[in-house]
């Protein structure tokens, strides 16, 4: 610990920057503190984070929505009264899976863990999902299903630093993680960033400055992309036979499934030049090691994954890093950027609709019966598998009859963001727990203001699976409470028996032997042993051992130690181009907001930096729609419409056009995009959709 302040980390991203706190009369001052991750850097989202903390319209005391439809104050003992009395009526009337949880990739651990504990032991509910869904779980079943584990990162993040080659899909870090392009230096500067984007987004910039590559297809072509890599990996024999024979389960219908894939046919569909396909190839297998070079890596983010191909597209891009030896090598590797604060801890422990602590399926007999023991329930009590968010979102108002949120604002970030409105308005119960006046608790029946990052205990997982501790600075403010008291007062008020620990470093000493035996196994790990070691303790870290830094060295998680390639075939978007719907719309982030804005749209310098929603075209698509710079653009799909200022670039591609999604009201980009999900990780197509533009009237 530093002696002035009290170390911990950023609440925003998966990064997790280090940062010390120094309270004083004037609030709470922000220091970087070198880590390996951020390397004493912060982003400007980072360096603000403080002012979330005294925000003026913050939420400080619990509300209830009065006669009046007001929300107006009420006391603690009013508000979990009222919301344990219709719990209880509405399950009587309903059954159990009237009520369902909406959990969130922010959330600590602990809170992540009791949140699942308390649906499946105290509400006895099979619906509990989280807005982790929305953002890597893709990337996660593709990881399940060829590693048999889902470490975002299977090797510490400083690896990029050694690398001679990254090849990246879908991700503007550039922009959403600043300070990790400080590990992009090398590669970068040896002419091996390879960016995949169909913007010239700030990390495409960085690749082509540094005589990298940028390639830029259609939206929605990530995975015939892929398979034209593929494609070209075998036709130039650069292959790594004598790996993929060592360590891998279907190479050879892998290798065949790719023979059609010829670079002109890829080139034609994602219009990305056959040249730079094979330049492309040429770069990443030297770079391998087993080819003698310094490593090579294959990453992915949202813009790969939010798909309804999603799953396949990231078994392409892992394919692709197998048939070149380098899941397991030095340097190397296939590896997803996470991208919530806690979306690798939020997944593990009980938080998803099916899964237990520990990352185990909730169809396991031998975790059910394992967890069940931990939390003293008989393991016939623990309800089964439920359904992914999106699909949790379509029961409100019919099967599911009340919600509770947790530290999500899902009018803003769900995708058809105006049909999940409408159904949130025909709940019968609304609870959210949150801390400032999202517009998911403005809709709220109780709003139960939550402490935050800076006053609580706890700990977070970063990208990289390594745990980490969070740490109280200062003391709440009003009447805010930790989720985990909220929990337990509300266990208690419904009549369970199941014991619920508010210390944060007790609930983790449960979850730690929950999760034991598990894929992602804490149970070496306590606070105290984080706050005494400074070593890197990235899971599984079984009790007695060191943790484990790099996965995949000797053996990949399945059980016969080998990794599995399957074939797979692109989907295309759900969304068809047509007449009335003629392109493109790409969302994603901005440096300066993050996720639905609700907090860093309050941050002043934040809100100066991005004060709302734009739309990206090209020069040629604004002159074919009489479109000037700023002029308000209207942007329509099969679902809505949202209005935002023209920003004319040249660096998107003509047929797309892009919008931030952080921002809601007539600006909302989610207004527009589609629900429609990935079959097998549940995640819905957020990075492509067909719409029209037209210039909007002036107010
Ligand atoms: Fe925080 Fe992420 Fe910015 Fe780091 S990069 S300061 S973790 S928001």
Redo the contacts with the bound molecule.
Sequence with gaps: MTPAGTDT?????????A?TLTPSEEGVGVAARSFPT?KG???????T?AEVLTLTDRITTPLLRGTSGELEPVSWAQAVAFVADRVRTLQAEHGRDAIGVFGGGGLTNEKAYQLGKFTRTVLRSRHIDYNGRFCMSSAAAAGNRAFGIDRGLPFPLADLSEAEAVLLLGSNVAD?????VQHLAGVRERGGLLVVDPRRSATAALAEDGAGIHLQPLPGTDQALLLGLLHLVVAEGLADEEYLAARVTGWDDVRRSVALWWPTRVASITGVPEEVLRRTVQVLAAASPTRGGGGAMVLTGRGAEQHTDGTDTVTAAINLALALGLPGSRASGYGCLTGQ?NGQGGREHGQKADQLPGYRSIEDPAARAHVARVWGVEEATIPGKGVPAVQLLDKLGGEVRALFVHGANLLVSAPDATAVRRRVESLDLLVVCDFVPSETALLADVVLPVTQWAEEEGTMTSLEGRILRRRKAIDPPGKARSELEILADLAGLLGSEVHFDTEPALVFDELARASAGGVADYSGLSHARLDAETGPLHWPVPAGSGGTPRLFRDRFGHADGRARMVPVSPGGPADDLRPDAPLYLVTGRVLAQ?QSGAQTRRVAALDRSAPGPFVELHPNLAARYGIDDGDDVRVTSARGAAVARARITTAIRPDTVFMPFHWSGAGMANAVTNDATDPVSGMPEFKVCAVEIARAAQP
Excluded: V
Excluded at 9 to 17: E, F, N, S, T, V
């Design positions: 980390h950023c609440p925003y991203c998966a990064l997790q920057c940062m951020n850097g912060l982003c400007q989202k980072g360096w984070s959403t993680m600043p300070p990790l604060g993050y």
